[in-house]
């Protein structure tokens, strides 16, 4: 799986330390595919999905879930 570290600069036009970012954790990608985790990891690993690690913890943004559940699945 290619992961990918994550560090936001400032957003010094909102005021907000990092701006928003739409990312989802395993479960909800999960729930959002109607897969269990580990066919989720094989689409991670397979470079089907884009994974992000933010602190430690495994992210994928929205986007590119909602696109992978309306192409293939």
Avoid: K, W
């Avoid at 799986?1 to 970012?21: C, K, N």
């Avoid at 690993?45 to 690690?53: I, K, S, T, V």
């Amino acid at each position: 799986m290619t992961m990918i570290q994550v560090t936001a600069p400032d957003d010094r036009s909102t005021g907000r330390a990092h701006p928003e970012i739409d990312l989802v954790g395993p479960l909800e990608a999960c729930e959002m595919l109607v897969v269990d985790e580990a066919q989720l990891l094989d689409l991670a690993n397979g470079g089907q999905l884009a994974a992000y690690r933010l602190g430690g913890h495994i992210r994928f943004r929205s986007a590119d879930v909602r696109s992978l559940a309306r192409s293939c699945l």
